[in-house]
């Protein structure tokens, strides 16, 4: 499938994945990747800076699900695709480049890079909208409540 712009717009804008892969005896595996970004119009890229379990996953099973969501307006996206682990050649070398010029991203931290292939999309959206709070509403509401959280979180 495409990407809209709409979903490379907000990926662009959250920079941050909660990735979910299958572990070899079939439970989820959930970590979040601050470099997810787009790669091109159906795939998503992340970075290996550290994440052993979902690299050993995504290598016997690619199935890989991402939620990339706006903590302030409770708006997302949750995509499902097929991961593939570079860890060398063309792909590795370009993605490497493109943090290194973008995000000043030190290349002998990236053990590998994973293009994740887009194959379903769909919204996600909050039930705080249930009640009818406009978008307004629910983002005042969570700023606050980020900006001076109860606890420190
Ligand atoms: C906000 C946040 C962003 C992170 N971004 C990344 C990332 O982009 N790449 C990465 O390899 N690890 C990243 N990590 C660290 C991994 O999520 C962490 O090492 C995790 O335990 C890896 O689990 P896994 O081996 O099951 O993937 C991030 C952690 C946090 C809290």
Redesign the pocket.
Known sequence: MTLTDAMRDFVTAQG?GFVATVRPDGTP?L??????EVWDDDHLV?????????VANLRENPAVEINVVCPVRRKGYRFRGEGTVHTGGETFDRVVRRFQDRRGTDPTRVRSVVLVRVTEAAELISPAYADGATEEEVSARWLHRLTDPPAPC
């Open positions: 941050l595996n970590s979040p990747k601050g470099t997810t992340f970075l290996d800076l550290y994440s052993p379990g979902t």
